[in-house]
């Protein structure tokens, strides 16, 4: 059994930041890569970040390049998510996913086996 638990979404501005956390309990992931995803209403899951499991290599989305950046604290079984300069298009559910496999590409979700409950994140005017 693992949990991941998200926070740090919420309401905020065009231009404006947010950091978001993943918290794992029930297990350590310091041997595994983690991933960022997002979903907004009636679109497909989508790709956002991944992080190795050492911190050493990252990956990120065309989207979200040189605005976000994803870090991880394997001590606290934590990941992060900081998001600068959000945009309209940035809004959605944001989910923290451990992977698992390697059968795939690192953005693939097929290769995330446990996934948080998400946490809204809403960009506005």
């Known amino acids: 059994q693992v949990q991941l638990v998200e926070s740090g979404g919420g309401l905020v501005q065009a231009g404006g930041s947010l950091r978001l956390s993943c918290a794992a309990s029930?297990?350590?992931?310091?041997?595994?890569?983690m991933g960022w995803f997002r979903q907004a209403p009636g679109k497909e899951r989508e790709f956002v970040a991944r992080?190795?499991?050492?911190?050493?290599?990252?990956t990120y989305a065309d989207s979200v390049k040189g605005r976000f950046t994803i870090s991880r604290d394997n001590a606290k079984n934590t990941v992060y998510l900081q998001m600068n300069s959000l945009k309209l298009e940035d809004t959605g559910v944001y989910y923290c996913?451990?992977?698992?496999?390697?059968?795939?590409?690192?953005?693939?979700?097929?290769?995330?086996?446990?996934w948080g409950q998400g946490t809204q994140v809403t960009v506005s005017s």
């Open positions: 029930g297990r350590t992931f310091s041997s595994n890569s």
């Open positions: 992080i190795s499991s050492g911190g050493g290599t990252t």
């Open positions: 996913a451990v992977r698992t496999r390697t059968g795939y590409t690192s953005s693939s979700p097929l290769n995330y086996d446990y």
